[in-house]
C-alpha cells in the first residue's frame, strides 16, 4: 500500500468526507522543546517547503514503523510534523494485522505492513517509542534487516523514548554514536556515550527522550532532511513556544473543578479533528487516570483527520450522549470544527453542559464553535491566531491556555500538552500534573 498524498503545509489537504470509511487509522499527541543546545547536521536550506510539480527531486520518504504498545502521541507527532514539511511518510506495522493498540489504549492503523518496505529505500527512518512498542519493534526481523542496512549506507535514522535503549541498542546500531533515551531507560545505554538531554543528533542518528520532546525530535529529523528554513517555518505553524510565551497560562474567576468520583471526560470527534490534538489530550488524561470517551458526530466511528491519519473513536456521539460528563473537550482543526458545530446531538450535549455548571472546553480553532452557540458569553478565552479575531468575547493575548470559571481553552497543536496538563491540575492537583510530565519528559512549571 502506498503512502498518503502529500498536503500543502499552510492549509489542510482536502479531504474527503464519507460516511463509509474503509480503512482503519493512524493517529495519535503535542509536545514542546526544551532550550537544550542541539547540534545539527549541516544540511543545504530548501527554497520551498516542500517538493512541486516544477521539480525534478522526489519527495523524501520516511519510514515509520509502529506495533503492539506503541507511544501514540511519538507516532502522530512524527507522522503529521514530516508529512507538513513535505515528507512521503509511509506507516508500517511489524505485527500481523495493520490495525494495531497504542500503549495509551489508542487504535492505530498502518498504511502497510513492513514486509511490503523490504526493498524500498528510505531517506530516514524514524522510530517512536512506548512499551512493549519498543520491544515489538526490536523483535521485527524484517525491521531489523531493513534498519542495518539503511545505517550502513549512511542515511538517516532516529529514534525516541525507549526505542533507542531497547530497539537499537540490541541491533547494534548506537556504535560509536551519542545518543540519549527516555530517563528510564538510560542504564541500559552505555555510560560513556549516553547524554542527558533531550535532543542528540550524532553523524547520521538522531535520539530523543519521550512524547514532551517529540515535537523537538521531528523538527531536528525536519531540519536534516530540507533544511534549517523549512523546520523553522513548520515551528511556527506548530506554535512551539518562545522565551516571551514560555508556558503562560492565565485564569480568571477562578473555582473549583473537583470531582468525588473518577472524572469523566468525553472528546468528540469529525473528519477533519486535528490528530495531535485529539491524541495529545486523550493520551495524557488517560495517564492521569481519567475516564475518557472519544465519540464520533461522524455515520462512521472512523474519522480521517485533518492529516490524512485515520482515528477509531470509542463510540458514536448518539450512543455517548446516554452520559453525563464532567467535561467535554473539543479538538481543533477547521474542518473538523464545523462538522462538530453541526451535530445537533453535541449542540445539545454542549448546551446542557453550560445550563448544568458542568466543564467545557476548546483548543485551537474549535473556541469558535463553543462562540456560534453562546458559551463564551461574558468569558475570557484563547484560540488559534487564524480564527481568534473572529471571537466577539475578550481574546487573551499571548496566553497560551486560559481559564475562565469553568471554561478552557487553548491555542493548538503544540500548546495541546499544556492544555491537557493544565486540566490534570484542575481536576486533581498541581502534583498530579507535574507527576505526569515527569513522565512525558516534559519541563512543567514548579508552581
Known amino acids: 500500500m502506498k503512502c498518503l498524498s502529500l498536503s500543502p503545509l499552510l492549509s ?13 487509522f493512524l493517529v495519535a499527541l503535542t509536545s514542546t522543546p526544551s532550550k537544550t543546545h542541539t547540534p545539527k547536521r549541516s544540511s543545504k536550506s530548501a527554497k520551498t517547503l516542500f517538493p512541486t510539480t516544477t521539480t525534478s527531486l522526489p519527495p523524501k520518504k520516511v519510514l515509520v514503523p509502529i506495533g503492539y504498545g506503541t507511544e501514540e502521541m511519538e507516532a502522530v507527532i512524527l507522522v503529521d510534523v514530516l508529512r507538513r514539511a513535505g515528507a512521503n511518510v509511509v506507516v508500517a506495522s511489524v505485527e500481523p494485522q495493520l490495525e494495531i493498540e497504542a500503549s ?38 524484517i525491521l531489523r534487516k531493513i534498519t542495518s542496512k539503511h545505517a550502513e549506507e549512511k542515511r538517516l535514522y532516529g529514534a525516541i523514548c525507549a526505542a533507542p535503549a531497547i530497539t537499537l541498542q540490541p541491533w547494534g546500531l548506537l556504535r560509536r554514536k551519542q545518543m540519549t ?13 549516553a547524554v542527558k538531554s533531550n535532543l542528540q543528533v550524532s553523524g547520521e542518528l538522531t535520539t530523543s527522550r519521550g512524547p514532551g520532546t517529540a515535537f523537538e525530535f521531528a523538527l531536528a529529523l525536519v531540519d536534516q532532511l530540507f533544511g534549517e528554513s523549512v523546520a523553522k517555518e513548520v515551528g511556527e505553524l506548530l506554535l512551539m513556544r518562545t522565551a516571551e510565551d514560555n508556558h503562560k497560562k492565565e485564569e480568571f474567576n477562578e473555582v473549583e473543578w473537583s470531582v468525588d468520583h473518577s472524572p469523566h471526560v468525553l472528546v468528540p470527534v469529525a473528519n477533519g479533528s486535528e490528530e495531535i490534538e485529539v491524541v495529545t489530550v486523550v493520551d495524557i488524561l488517560r495517564r492521569a487516570k481519567v475516564d475518557v470517551v472519544v465519540a464520533s458526530v461522524e455515520k462512521s466511528l472512523q474519522i480521517l483527520a485533518s492529516r490524512g491519519i485515520k482515528l477509531i473513536a470509542d463510540k458514536s456521539i448518539d450512543n455517548a450522549a446516554e452520559s453525563i460528563y464532567d467535561l467535554i473537550i473539543l479538538p481543533g482543526g477547521i474542518a473538523g470544527a464545523e462538522r462538530l458545530h453541526k451535530s445537533k446531538v453535541l449542540k445539545k450535549m454542549l448546551k446542557e453542559q453550560g445550563s448544568a455548571g458542568r ?9 469558535t464553535v463553543l462562540h456560534r452557540q453562546g458559551l463564551l458569553k461574558g468569558k475570557r478565552a484563547t484560540a488559534h491566531p487564524s480564527v481568534a479575531s473572529k471571537l466577539t468575547n475578550e481574546v487573551v493575548e499571548g496566553a497560551r491556555v486560559v481559564i475562565d470559571g469553568k471554561l478552557i481553552t487553548s491555542r493548538g497543536l503544540a500548546t495541546a ?12 492537583s498541581h502534583a498530579r500534573a507535574r507527576s505526569v510530565a515527569e513522565g512525558l519528559v516534559f519541563e512543567y512549571p514548579k508552581s
Not at 12 to 24: A, E, V, Y
Not at 359 to 367: N, V
Request: glycine share 6%; with cysteine.
Open 12 to 24: 489542510p489537504p482536502s479531504l474527503s468526507f464519507s460516511s463509509s470509511i474503509k480503512t482503519p
Open 104 to 141: 495509551s489504549g489508542t487504535r492505530l492503523v498502518a498504511d502497510t505492513s513492513i514486509s511490503t518496505c523490504s526493498d524500498e529505500i528510505f531517506d530516514l527512518i524514524a522510530l517512536p517509542g512506548g512499551m512493549p512498542g519498543s520491544a515489538r519493534l526490536r523483535d521485527s526481523e
Open 181 to 193: 533515551c527516555h530517563p528510564a531507560f538510560m542504564d541500559k545505554l552505555p555510560t560513556f556515550r
Open 359 to 367: 466543564i467545557y472546553g476548546a483548543i485551537c480553532s474549535s473556541p
Open 417 to 428: 500538552i499544556e492544555f491537557a496538563l493544565a486540566i490534570v491540575s484542575k481536576l486533581f
